[in-house]
């Protein structure tokens, strides 16, 4: 059992570098995802693991720990009230607004193993006709590296094809490789996968007409769900659009945003005065 020291230790290293707050009572989960990493370093059990973090911190053995400890859970069309929205009412609003530049950028922070953009990407390519003459950028990015190289591979098992996936974007959009279903090229090549840590600085990716951050804030303390949110605000067009998880809220964090008045779900704009100046912070 690890001690409430190193536990507190761990917990600290985690908060630092990915942002997750781990909280009490975590032993359990901590030992059985961290015990992996310790074989796979050659060390000796978690007392090994924690010895090495404490004399060295080398950036390898903190990313892998992090990595373990980071939640991959990810399903397609997710939650269904958002892509719904997007397919029913959010795309031709946007692209009344866009009708100057022909352009939409949109942005799944929190992508996981790729679920999410490609569920996007087959909504956003059954409108192909009207978005033909389009620039259309979908970027994902994720914190683990891992999750975003199975995401740019696009092959799922039977299992996540299931989950969430209709049989008729299943027979259009994914081709049968041995077990396993392959996204096809259309669909894979119109989403950018890169790796981004939300608590450090991401001004660089611009700004952004509709933006996904869907069940990640439930994982940060108070401090960093308002960080992100305020650095998310920032990264928002002045008309674009915020979708958060279903249990999740923006309220009395931040005043930046603002909920949609009768959004099925947790969908958010910047307040009426960011909105009105065009910017975001």
Known sequence: MISPADYQFISDVLLRNSGLNLGPGKEYLLESRLMPVATVLGLHGLDG?????????????????????????SLFFRDSTPFRMIQETLLAELMEKRRATRRLRIWCSAASTGQEPYSVAMILR??????????????????????????????????????????????????????????VD???????????????????????????????????????KAQVLECIAQAMAPDGYLFLGGSETAMGITSRLERVANAPTSLYRLSPTRAALGLAS
């Open 49 to 73: 693991l924690v010895q090495r973090l404490r004399t060295h911190g080398d950036a390898s053995t903190i990313r892998s720990v992090c990595e373990a400890m980071t939640t991959n859970e």
């Open 186 to 224: 259309e669909i894979r090549s119109a989403v950018c996968f890169r790796e981004l840590n939300l608590i450090e600085p991401f001004g660089h990716l611009g700004q952004f007409d509709l933006i996904l951050c869907r069940n990640v804030l439930i994982y940060f303390d108070m401090a960093t």
């Open 126 to 183: 059954e409108r192909a006709p009207l978005l033909q003459g389009w620039s259309v950028e979908i970027l994902a990015t994720d914190y683990s590296r891992p999750a975003i190289d199975r995401a740019r591979a696009g092959r799922y098992n039977h299992f996540e094809v299931q989950r969430g996936l209709p049989i008729q974007m299943l027979t259009r959009y994914f081709r049968r490789t041995g077990e396993d279903w392959q996204v």
